[in-house]
């Protein structure tokens, strides 16, 4: 029987990464300079170099092109957050969390600008960054019931995840009106610092 690697795999991975990072570059250039609605998915294929199929394989819509690929948590870091970990409260540790979904992936410069302008210039694209934090937040929610046991009521759950995407949503409004280049992540650690110190 075959086994890969580990290096095969992290090249294999590395390769993924390669190819979603150069369609969603392509696709917010494209928006950039023509709007949402001003390219096709098959334009999009042709200036990522790849083909239709290929690009639906990565990528159901012009949407989740521009926004990237959707964050995914190692089952490591799950399975500490789950154990109580990594610092042993809730709330930070749902917010590190957060934060790892934010910076998977973290890109150049460059890329965090374009992506900023995109998203000031498309309100649906920012809908629909919030929507994907939100089915996150859902994510988050069955976690946290599965760390804290049943008697952990789940409507305190929500209450939780609600707020942090309340922070989220803000961090998204100061991303773009921010003019330091900081990327979204730490807006958010922002936010969150803030958040703290109201509820002090």
């Given at each position: 029987?075959?086994?890969?690697?580990?290096?095969?795999?992290?090249?294999?991975?590395?390769?993924?990464?390669?190819?979603?990072?150069?369609?969603?570059?392509?696709?917010?250039?494209?928006?950039?300079?023509?709007?949402?609605?001003?390219?096709?998915?098959?334009?999009?294929?042709?200036?990522?170099?790849?083909?239709?199929?290929?690009?639906?394989?990565?990528?159901?819509?012009?949407?989740?092109?521009?926004?990237?690929?959707?964050?995914?948590?190692?089952?490591?870091?799950?399975?500490?957050?789950?154990?109580?970990?990594?610092?042993?409260?809730?709330?930070?540790?749902?917010?590190?969390?957060?934060?790892?979904?934010?910076?998977?992936?973290?890109?150049?410069?460059?890329?965090?600008?374009?992506?900023?302008?995109?998203?000031?210039?498309?309100?649906?694209?920012?809908?629909?960054?919030?929507?994907?934090?939100?089915?996150?937040?859902?994510?988050?929610?069955?976690?946290?019931l599965e760390r804290e046991g049943a008697d952990f009521p789940?409507?305190?759950?929500?209450?939780?995840?609600?707020?942090?995407?309340?922070?989220?949503?803000?961090?998204?409004?100061?991303?773009?009106?921010?003019?330091?280049?900081?990327?979204?992540?730490?807006?958010?650690?922002?936010?969150?610092?803030?958040?703290?110190?109201?509820?002090?």
């Amino acid at each position: 029987m075959h086994f890969m690697t580990e290096s095969a795999i992290s090249l294999r991975e590395q390769k993924r990464w390669d190819t979603t990072h150069r369609i969603t570059l392509c696709a917010q250039r494209l928006t950039d300079a023509h709007g949402i609605d001003g390219f096709t998915m098959d334009e999009l294929a042709d200036a990522a170099e790849v083909s239709r199929r290929t690009l639906f394989n990565y990528f159901p819509s012009k949407t989740d092109a521009i926004l990237g690929e959707h964050p995914e948590i190692p089952e490591d870091v799950l399975a500490t957050f789950v154990a109580g970990g990594p610092h042993g409260n809730l709330v930070d540790d749902v917010a590190e969390l957060a934060r790892i979904t934010l910076e998977a992936k973290r890109t150049d410069r460059e890329s965090i600008a374009l992506g900023r302008r995109v998203l000031n210039s498309n309100p649906r694209l920012l809908a629909a960054a919030h929507e994907r934090f939100e089915s996150v937040v859902e994510e988050f929610a069955t976690l946290v019931l599965e760390r804290e046991g049943a008697d952990f009521p789940p409507s305190r759950a929500r209450l939780l995840l609600r707020m942090l995407l309340a922070l989220f949503d803000t961090a998204l409004v100061e991303l773009v009106e921010d003019t330091s280049d900081r990327p979204l992540v730490e807006l958010f650690e922002i936010q969150l610092i803030s958040a703290r110190t109201l509820f002090a």
